[in-house]
């Protein structure tokens, strides 16, 4: 046994002594390793630790909660501003017209010959009723049946109201409308108009006022100016459907295609030329064309005053006048008196 022990003895030791120096080196090296690891953890952990460190020093000076108002104030100014603009945008078409000033709504066209015609008409009524209320009532011929007079009387009372309706009818007929901002419109202008204090301090507030200007009875008068509320102002329909009835062809082209408005403006572009080519090749002729056009509006004109076809009824503030729809101009061809102003429930027909 002994030999055995001593047979096996020395490698065990040479075993060890072979595999000692290995195991202490890689302990070695693992040992430095750790100790650079550890090292460089450290130096991390310093650098971290002195870093808040550094930036603690002025927070007790300026606590966190101080700039948090700072940062509300600052942001109350935005969202005052955001808001103010918001506000500040037109959000009806009222508002939109009345940052833009004055603005006309719908301007009659000539009424020359009608007047002219109403002004005739009412002379010559009058004038025959006087005559013959000297000549046949107040101082009668010797020799009339005394019958006559009072016969005659009725037709006088009748020229009498023919006389009236002519002269009525070249009054109260709407010369212009236009949209005036409440803001370039008096107070002492808008009291007068209103129909009282309290009336006025509980109708809504409107950004826009309405300026109607109409035609008097009496010739050469300036025009009647009224400063009226738009729910004052009561339409006797949609303006764009009598637009469109009395100008079916210019509406007709709104229900049309690009495509075809398109070649319905240039068609008539075409004939517009055409029509000037002819004038200039038949020079010899225009006055006689022009004359007759004269006379074609002036016997319009006369026959409109016995008529009085082309006119709608409009109430403002609560009185009966006339809106010419047979022509003239209206701001989006009616459009913008629908967007503003009232309808009337009753609507009676143009005439």
Not at 108 to 116: D, K, L, N, Q
Not at 234 to 239: A, G, K
Request: with cysteine.
């Amino acid at each position: 046994m002994a030999s055995f022990s001593r047979g096996f003895g020395p490698r065990v030791l040479l075993l060890v002594r072979q595999q000692a120096p290995c195991e202490c080196a890689a302990a070695q090296a693992r040992l430095l390793l750790r100790a650079r690891i550890h090292t460089s953890r450290l130096l991390q952990k310093a650098a971290q630790s002195s870093r808040p460190a550094v930036n603690a020093a002025p927070k007790p000076a300026t606590p966190a909660a101080a700039p948090k108002p700072a940062q509300a104030k600052a942001s109350s100014p935005a969202i005052g501003s955001a808001t103010t603009a918001h506000a500040g945008r037109p959000s009806t078409y009222a508002e939109q017209l009345a940052l833009k000033g004055r603005t006309l709504l719908y301007e009659a066209p000539s009424h020359f010959w009608f007047r002219a015609g109403c002004f005739c008409s009412a002379a010559f009524c009058v004038s025959y009723t006087v005559y013959q209320y000297w000549t046949v009532i107040l101082h009668p011929p010797e020799g009339l049946m005394w019958w006559i007079p009072h016969a005659f009387s009725v037709i006088l009372i009748f020229m009498a109201g023919m006389g009236a309706y002519f002269v009525l009818g070249a009054g109260r007929i709407v010369r212009s409308i236009e949209a005036v901002p409440a803001a370039a419109v008096a107070a002492k202008q808008i009291a007068a108009k209103a129909a009282g204090a309290a009336a006025a301090a509980a109708a809504p507030q409107s950004p826009i006022y309405i300026e109607v200007a109409t035609r008097r009875a009496v010739p050469f008068m300036p025009a009647k100016k009224m400063l009226l509320r738009p729910e004052e102002v009561l339409l006797p329909m949609r303006m764009y459907t009598l637009y469109a009835g009395s100008n079916g062809a210019e509406a007709a082209q709104k229900s049309m295609s690009l495509a075809e408005r398109v070649r319905a403006e240039r068609a008539a572009r075409e004939a517009k030329i055409a029509a000037k080519k002819y004038q200039m090749d038949h020079i010899l002729t225009a006055p006689f064309r022009d004359a007759a056009k004269a006379f074609g509006t002036a016997w319009g004109g006369i026959k409109r005053s016995f008529s009085r076809e082309g006119f709608a009824k409009i109430y403002l503030a609560n009185r009966e006048y006339k809106l010419d729809v047979t022509g003239g101009w209206a701001l989006d061809e009616g459009r913008a008196m629908d967007r503003l102003l009232p309808v009337r429930p009753n609507t009676v027909r143009a005439r």
